[in-house]
């Protein structure tokens, strides 16, 4: 880099010490955490939901007639089926975003790796 210009080594050198400071902490490897949080209370609250309504409905005789229906024993089962598949759908967008994050991140690192090989840093 002996004969490149000063300036253009100040500039290049500026570009590689910002792109060093982005790159410091990685937002997506977070963002992924927390959708994998959301993905897993999701799945425990769809199973717990569907084990409960499988507990109560896999025992009754729909045709008996003295078989009475709980609405309350209903009405959380189906919150927590509806609250379950909310976080599903949460972390399907928290992991998507999550995943352009990381190609994101990807490719100024790799403009990192070419000013470090362009300055002369690593050889």
């Given at each position: 880099m002996a004969d490149a210009p000063p300036s253009d080594h100040a500039s290049l050198r500026r570009e590689l010490d910002?792109?060093?400071r982005r790159l410091e902490v990685r937002p997506s490897v977070d963002v992924?955490?927390?959708g994998f949080?959301?993905?897993f209370v999701g799945l425990l609250?769809?199973?717990i939901s569907w084990a409960?309504?499988?507990?109560?409905?896999?025992r009754l005789d729909p045709t008996d007639p003295g078989?009475?229906?709980p609405t309350v024993f209903m009405t959380a089962s189906g919150l927590v089926l509806v609250l379950g598949a909310i976080?599903?759908?949460r972390s399907t967008v928290v992991l998507r975003r999550?995943?352009?994050?990381?190609r994101e991140e990807a490719a100024l690192f790799t403009r990192l790796r070419e000013l470090r090989r362009l300055l002369e840093i690593d050889a």
């Amino acid at each position: 880099m002996a004969d490149a210009p000063p300036s253009d080594h100040a500039s290049l050198r500026r570009e590689l010490d910002d792109l060093a400071r982005r790159l410091e902490v990685r937002p997506s490897v977070d963002v992924a955490r927390n959708g994998f949080v959301l993905l897993f209370v999701g799945l425990l609250s769809v199973g717990i939901s569907w084990a409960l309504f499988w507990d109560r409905w896999d025992r009754l005789d729909p045709t008996d007639p003295g078989v009475r229906h709980p609405t309350v024993f209903m009405t959380a089962s189906g919150l927590v089926l509806v609250l379950g598949a909310i976080l599903l759908v949460r972390s399907t967008v928290v992991l998507r975003r999550s995943r352009r994050m990381a190609r994101e991140e990807a490719a100024l690192f790799t403009r990192l790796r070419e000013l470090r090989r362009l300055l002369e840093i690593d050889a």
